[in-house]
C-alpha cells in the first residue's frame, strides 16, 4: 500500500501553516503567513483568499465553527479573528496568555483570583 498526492496547492510562494475542513467537506482553508485562502477540494480551485491583516503576525491556525462552516476562526500569536463568510466580515479578538500561580489566600490560580475573573467567567478575549 502506498500513498499518492492528488494535490498540490500553493498561494504567493508562503508556507502553509494551518488546514480546515468544513463540516460539509465542501471546502479546504489553509493557512499562508499572514493570507487565508479557500480552496474547493474537488477541482483545487482557488475560491477566494484574503490578508489576515488584522492579525498581529502570521496566522497560526484555521477552524471552521459551527455545523454550516459559516465562521471562521483565524489565530494569531495573540489574537483571533472571526470571520463571517457569508458577510465576509470579521471581528478582531485579543487574548492573554497567563501563567497560572496558586494564590495562597484563596487556594485558587492567581488569574482567577481576580474579582472579575471567575470559574464561570471568561476573562481572556477582549475585543
Known amino acids: 500500500m502506498f500513498w499518492v498526492a492528488r494535490s498540490n496547492l500553493t498561494f504567493k510562494r508562503e508556507i502553509p501553516w494551518s488546514v480546515s475542513w468544513s463540516p460539509d467537506g465542501s471546502l479546504l482553508v489553509v493557512g499562508y503567513g499572514a493570507y487565508v485562502a479557500i480552496y474547493d ?12 491583516s ?7 491556525s484555521i477552524h471552521f465553527l459551527g455545523n454550516d462552516g459559516r465562521f471562521l476562526a483565524v489565530a494569531g500569536l495573540s489574537d483571533v479573528v472571526l470571520w ?14 497567563l501563567l497560572a500561580f496558586k494564590d495562597p489566600d484563596t ?17 481572556c478575549l477582549t475585543s
Open 84 to 97: 463571517d463568510l457569508v458577510t465576509q466580515k470579521g471581528k478582531l479578538y485579543t487574548y492573554l496568555i
Open 41 to 52: 477540494p474537488l477541482s483545487n480551485a482557488l475560491i477566494q483568499a484574503f490578508a489576515a
Open 54 to 60: 488584522e492579525l498581529r503576525g502570521q496566522v497560526r
Open 107 to 123: 487556594d485558587l490560580p492567581s488569574s482567577m483570583a481576580s474579582p472579575e475573573c471567575t470559574p464561570n467567567h471568561c476573562c
